[in-house]
């Protein structure tokens, strides 16, 4: 069993649809949690940073962590065609082991 | 602009050859991290390097080395090259203290034929 699941799938929904996208994980010592966002052939770009549990809001993106599940979701509002992407979750243990621990990465298609 | 720098963009060559990737990271960044994605394959971590010093080790494999300068930047070494090894190569940088995530450059696709 990989420390990180994700679903790769890709997810295809219309434009304007609220998307969720989630990552579980078996690790209870993971603290921190990232988002990255990669297109095609591109480097990943990192979206959202949080640390324990709670919600974090930028713009028309959520992220949410429920340490108590291990699981890990990153939401996005009023989805555009430009959002189209590959999302990988990330996240690693605290102190000085600063290794991230990558998800597989959903594949995301925003239909217009 | 991410201030993460790869070179070259992209490199084909034959197999059995050697190559050098090269990356310098965003300023003041000491730590430098190089993971391989196959295609339509996850991240897969290499190595990492911090302030000159090897600090951790993935899969890589014994063909592969790499190295970090005085100046920061960082060279990827890939020899006897095969055919599998074609992909796209990354590297990515933190700051002193590593708080936040990576900083990933726009990477290598190198073609092995």
């Known amino acids: 069993q990989k420390e990180v699941e994700q679903d790769p799938g890709p997810l295809s929904v219309p434009e304007g649809a609220i998307v969720s996208l989630n990552c579980t994980y078996s690790?209870?010592?993971?603290?921190?949690f990232m988002w990255y966002r990669q297109y095609s052939r591109k480097g990943p770009e990192l979206l959202m940073y949080?640390?324990s549990s709670g919600n974090k809001e930028d713009g028309r993106f959520t992220a949410q962590v429920d340490k108590s599940s291990k699981y890990i979701s990153l939401f996005i509002r009023d989805s555009q065609p430009s959002d189209s992407a590959t999302y990988l979750c990330a996240m690693r243990v605290g102190g000085s082991n600063y290794q991230l621990i990558w998800g597989a990465g959903t594949k995301l298609i925003i239909k217009p | 602009d991410s201030g993460v720098t790869q070179t070259p963009k992209h490199l084909i060559t034959a197999t059995g050859q050697r190559v050098t990737l090269r990356c310098s990271p965003r300023s003041g960044d000491l730590s430098v991290y190089w993971y391989q994605q196959s295609l339509d394959q996850g991240l897969q971590f290499l190595i990492q390097y911090y302030n000159g010093e090897e600090r951790a080790k993935g899969n890589i494999l014994e063909r592969f080395s790499a190295q970090q300068f005085p100046d920061l930047h960082s060279e990827l070494n890939l020899s006897s090259l095969e055919l599998g090894d074609s992909a796209l190569y990354f590297c990515?940088?933190?700051?002193?203290?590593?708080?936040?995530?990576?900083?990933f450059g726009s990477g290598t696709r190198l073609t092995v034929v």
């Open positions: 949080t640390y």
């Open positions: 990515a940088s933190t700051p002193q203290g590593e708080r936040g995530g990576y900083t």
């Open positions: 690790n209870s010592a993971f603290q921190y």
